[in-house]
């Protein structure tokens, strides 16, 4: 569609006796392409990020290992009183 609206505008220059061919189509699209190029104008409605004056919230750090305590090294003990004192006891005849 594009090339035979551009053919019917050459066709057109060439008719009123003018030599220089000019593709309207073409300019257009060129103008949409750059036009996503330009910088955007919108006013910000907050603080603007790049402003090294601006307040913001203060920023908190909180260890996630910090309840971790070492238990290395340990001192090795007996497991025959580790078992005995997890295993279930027995029940006791009245």
């Given at each position: 569609m594009l090339t035979l609206s551009g053919a019917r505008s050459a066709a057109a220059s060439a008719a009123r006796g003018g030599h220089f061919l000019f593709n309207w189509p073409l300019l257009a699209l060129a103008a949409l392409a750059l036009s996503g190029?330009?910088?955007?104008?919108?006013?910000?409605a907050s603080a603007d990020p790049a402003d090294p004056a601006a307040k913001v919230a203060r920023a908190g750090y909180r260890s996630t290992i910090a309840p971790y305590t070492s238990l290395r090294p340990a001192a090795p003990a007996p497991w025959r009183k580790h078992?005995?004192?997890?295993?279930?006891?027995?029940?006791?005849?009245?």
């Amino acid at each position: 569609m594009l090339t035979l609206s551009g053919a019917r505008s050459a066709a057109a220059s060439a008719a009123r006796g003018g030599h220089f061919l000019f593709n309207w189509p073409l300019l257009a699209l060129a103008a949409l392409a750059l036009s996503g190029c330009m910088p955007a104008t919108t006013q910000i409605a907050s603080a603007d990020p790049a402003d090294p004056a601006a307040k913001v919230a203060r920023a908190g750090y909180r260890s996630t290992i910090a309840p971790y305590t070492s238990l290395r090294p340990a001192a090795p003990a007996p497991w025959r009183k580790h078992n005995d004192r997890a295993a279930p006891q027995p029940k006791q005849d009245q």
